[in-house]
């Protein structure tokens, strides 16, 4: 089945540095949920989302459901270097179904 | 402490010898399922149960098995093993189907040589 479209692959960027990341599809979910995954671990929630233009925020991190039910970004403001790792988005629908991006490998530097 | 937990985190084996990959979580939740995880392809999903005697296909269900005779445990079995089952596999669990987020493990990392 069609995977999510995630952007970008990768980034690097300076410590103290906004970053933004999104992720698109054809297809209309009712659920977007953003995780980060460190090394050797499992990923892990870090925002849900469940309705057409809703924003939520989680500290520095804050997400947005896109109104079309076809997209989500991310965005990590003032970063530090723990915020390091691989972020995946995941997509919802009716039926079940989900989805994963491929993911945002993401570098800080000090 | 509210978990899931695989069993074992890292397996070398030889193609054909059967193996299975435990998982069990201790939240009481309804739906669990198997992913596998490759460079550049994001989580795939192998199968999933929404309940317990209940379990369905996912995207790339080809070669292994599951079962769910118990709410808590959800194994993975590969029958027969084959170099393309190198991958990295992940359980979740969440409550239900709907608007419940997942709930991963920290993952099994398998070889097939």
């Known amino acids: 089945g069609q995977q999510l479209n995630q952007s970008p692959q990768s980034m690097f960027i300076q410590e103290g540095e906004d970053v933004s990341m999104n992720c698109t599809s054809s297809s209309i979910f009712n659920t977007w949920l953003w995780y980060k995954q460190d090394p050797g671990e499992g990923p892990v929630l870090l925002i849900a989302?469940?309705?057409?233009?809703e924003l939520t925020s989680n500290g520095r991190l804050t997400a947005q459901f896109g109104i079309t039910r076809k997209d989500s970004f991310l965005n990590i403001s003032a970063s530090i270097p723990s915020d390091v790792g691989i972020y995946f988005c995941?997509?919802?629908?009716?039926?079940?179904?989900?989805?994963f991006g491929a993911g945002t490998r993401l570098t800080v530097k000090p | 402490e509210a978990q899931v937990t695989q069993n074992p985190r890292y397996l070398i084996t030889v193609t054909g010898k059967k193996l299975t990959v435990t998982c069990s979580q201790n939240?009481?939740?309804?739906?669990m399922s198997w992913y596998r995880q490759d460079p550049g392809l994001g989580l795939r999903q192998i199968y999933y149960?929404?309940?317990?005697?209940?379990?369905d296909k996912g995207d790339v269900p080809e070669g292994y098995k599951v079962s769910r005779k118990e709410k808590r445990n959800f194994p993975l079995i590969l029958e027969s093993p084959s170099p393309n089952q190198t991958s990295l596999y992940f359980c979740?669990?969440?409550?239900?189907?709907?608007?419940?987020?997942?709930?991963f493990g920290n993952g099994t990392r398998l070889t097939v040589t």
């Open positions: 979740a669990s969440s409550f239900g189907p709907l608007n419940s987020p997942l709930h």
């Open positions: 939240m009481n939740h309804e739906y």
């Open positions: 149960s929404m309940n317990v005697e209940v379990t």
């Open positions: 989302l469940y309705k057409a233009g």
């Open positions: 995941a997509g919802r629908k009716s039926n079940n179904d989900m989805r």
